[in-house]
């Protein structure tokens, strides 16, 4: 899908090089339209906030969650 694969690289583009291709950009604003690149931008914030969270608590996978 052509969607998948420009949400993929953008993904991997801006986690690795934290810099996206103009070519990239150009295919992104055609598969996604600029609302859907700000949602998968925003997506990945929020991926990233969890993941930060969980590493910073040291967290173990698997882990259950507290007894209310």
């Excluded at 949400?7 to 859907?36: I, P």
């Excluded at 969270?53 to 007894?67: H, I, R, S």
Aim: glycine share 10%; with cysteine.
């Amino acid at each position: 899908d052509k969607r998948e694969q420009v949400v993929y690289e953008m993904a991997t583009c801006l986690a690795d090089s934290r810099w996206v291709s103009k070519g990239l950009y150009d295919r992104a604003l055609e598969a996604l339209g600029h609302v859907g690149i700000t949602d998968v931008i925003g997506l990945m914030g929020f991926y990233a906030t969890v993941a930060m969270t969980l590493n910073f608590y040291d967290v173990p996978a698997g882990a259950t969650g507290l007894e209310r």
